[in-house]
Each structure stands twice: as C-alpha cells, then as structure tokens.
C-alpha cells in the first residue's frame, strides 16, 4: 500500500470511525459494543460467506502495537491477526485468521473451502483498505461499504 504502516494501522485499529469503511460486502451488521480504538475493544458483526452467515463478537487485542493487531472470538478459537510493516514508504499488511475446525464431514469442506472464501474476502478487504487510505491522502470523502 502506498500509505505509512502508522497511518494504515490507525485505520485497523480504529474500530469506531475507520476500519467499517473498508469491509467487504461479506460483513454487515458491523456494531462497536466496548472502546472503540485499539486494545480492549469489543465489536461485533455478521459475515456471509459461502451461502453461511454467522454472527461474530470479537475481542481486539494489540500484542505488538503499531504493528499486530487480533481480532479474536468471544465464542469460538478463530482469531485474526493484521500485521502491518513498513515497506519503501508505505506498508505491507496481511491478514491471517486461524481457528479449530468442525469435525467430521463437515469440517473435512469447512477445510477444503473456508480458506479459499476467506482468501478473497481479504484480497478485496486490502484492496478497499488501499482505496480508503488514498482517498484520504487525497483529501476526498470515502465511501461508506458497511
């Protein structure tokens, strides 16, 4: 991204006025429930994906700020970590989420197709995340996604 890594990881970690404005149409429903920035945040939101949708509350945590920032599940092992580095002036971000499957024969297709969904999810969550950055640096008023 051409943005710095500090102002892009200001937009994931603010729960309240950034990080809702680039979601992919996958989430909806996106609520903060507790802070709003950060470490000790509570949020909550609806992702549809693969003809499922399920109702996430997620608890933010910041084991390297400036840097790592979790997003894990009140209710499940699924997490998701953002990682943010400096990179030739702006930064490169990932986005990663890992949790215990179901098992039997639902979990073997939960494997086999969750990360794919998941996989173009974030593609196109870090392309609007790149959008939102320049239309700011820009001095242009974002669009609204979520």
């Known amino acids: 991204m051409s943005a710095p890594a500090e102002t892009v990881y200001g937009y994931l970690a603010d729960m309240r ?48 700020p400036g840097r790592i920032l979790t997003e894990s599940d009140t209710e499940s092992s699924l997490r998701t970590t953002f990682t943010v580095l400096p990179k030739d002036g702006g930064s490169l971000v990932r986005i990663s989420t890992e949790w215990q499957g179901a098992g039997g024969i639902g979990g073997i297709f939960e494997r086999l197709f969750a990360p794919r969904v998941m996989r173009r999810i974030y593609a196109e969550e870090l392309e609007l995340l790149d959008a939102y950055a320049r239309q700011r640096a820009d001095g242009s008023a974002p669009s609204e996604t979520a």
């Not at 404005?21 to 989430?27: D, G, H, M, N």
């Not at 429903?29 to 509350?57: H, I, M, N, P």
């Open 17 to 64: 006025e950034h990080h809702p404005r680039f979601l992919p149409s996958a989430f909806s429903d996106f609520e903060v429930q507790e802070g709003g920035v950060g470490d000790g945040t509570l949020v909550s939101y609806k992702v549809t994906a693969g003809g499922r949708a399920r109702v996430y509350r997620m608890k933010v945590s910041e084991p390297d």
